[in-house]
Nanobody, 117 residues
Framework: QVQLVESGGGLVQPGGSLRLSCTVA????????IGWFRQAPGKERERVSC???????RYADSVKGRFTSSRDNAKNTAYLQMNSLKPEDTAVYFC???????????WGQGTQVSVSS
């Protein structure tokens, strides 16, 4: 059974940084793409980044140049480094072994990121 646990969120001032972690169990991270997603109140889930198993990564235009996706396959953990955070980055962030926001598996609880002064 696929299990996903996101962590690392918090409250940060504009311009600050956070690093999110996505720990997976029940499958081998190295064999899959990793998608990072976020969902703000009243909005649909949107994809932030998509990292293929080959390491090639695409980012949403809104985060390009500020966010970096990475993975440690030995630890079965993926990361999202978020720099120069903006208030509009406020959302619950999720990871998935897919780049599709419609992934039908069991999503984790996500981790809350709040950017405010």
């Amino acid at each position: 059974q696929v299990q996903l646990v996101e962590s690392g969120g918090g409250l940060v001032q504009p311009g600050g940084s956070l690093r999110l972690s996505c720990t997976v169990a029940g499958w081998t991270l190295a064999s899959y793409a990793i998608g990072w997603f976020r969902q703000a109140p009243g909005k649909e889930r949107e994809r932030v980044s998509c990292e293929g198993s080959d390491g090639n990564t695409r980012y949403a235009d809104s985060v390009k140049g500020r966010f970096t996706s990475s993975r440690d396959n030995a630890k079965n953990t993926a990361y999202l480094q978020m720099n120069s955070l903006k208030p509009e980055d406020t959302a619950v962030y999720f990871c998935a072994p897919s780049c599709r926001s419609s992934w039908p598996g069991s999503w984790g609880q996500g981790t809350q990121v709040s950017v405010s002064s």
